[in-house]
């Protein structure tokens, strides 16, 4: 289990290439023109892959350095990068893993609790809606555990992952839902957050 969490995050959340052609979406209604003319749009011509005992794993790109920030209450949830990659277990973890070809979707988020109080938001269970129909929970296994009870002023950083069957090459927008943080007494902080990418 080690060794998939190792490749997901070599895969997913590695290393940021540049492409012959990197050019942001004619309209942006997910991220901002400004976010994303500062943002790398990791566009590969050329597909990183990476294999291991546990299968491939081809990284089909994304983009990086949005820094896309919400607030649940004391909360601040910023997006950092989204990445897409496409998963062939091999044939010992194909059960485990679900499917023999599936798609990743990864989200590498920080969160930061600004007041000296416990208080408690959940990102690493958040979900992704994509515009291909298709509705993935995080996969809190794999996922870093970026969510659960801040005490006090505390940051945690790391990457959710969301693994479905069918093509992430197809994947060309989703949205990814937080839900509200909660205060001690267990009283939410208003609306779930909706980041579109």
Do not use: H, R, W
Not at 32 to 53: G, K, L, P
Not at 169 to 190: M, T
Request: charge should be negative.
């Amino acid at each position: 289990m080690v060794g998939i969490c190792g490749i997901a995050l070599a895969a997913c959340g590695g290393e940021e290439t540049t492409s012959k052609e990197s050019a942001a979406p004619k309209e942006t209604t997910a991220i901002e023109s400004s976010v994303v003319e500062e943002s790398v749009i990791a566009e590969q011509t050329e597909n990183v892959i990476n294999e291991s005992e546990f299968g491939t794993l081809t990284n089909l790109g994304g983009v990086t350095n949005i820094d896309e920030m919400q607030q649940s209450g004391p909360f601040n949830v910023t997006v950092q990068e989204v990445q897409k990659g496409q998963l062939q277990p091999s044939a010992d973890y194909v059960e485990m893993m679900g499917g023999e070809d599936l798609a990743v979707i990864s989200v590498k988020i920080s969160v930061e609790n600004t007041n000296g109080d416990t208080n408690m938001i959940y990102p690493d269970q958040g979900t992704i809606v994509t515009d291909t129909k298709q509705q993935v929970d995080a996969d809190m296994f794999l996922s870093d555990s970026v969510g659960g009870d801040f005490i006090g002023e505390v940051v945690k950083e790391g990457t959710i992952f969301f693994i479905f069957d069918g093509n992430a090459e197809d994947v060309k927008s989703f949205q990814y839902v937080v839900g509200a943080g909660n205060d001690p007494n267990f009283s939410n902080f208003g609306e779930d957050l909706t980041f579109n990418f």
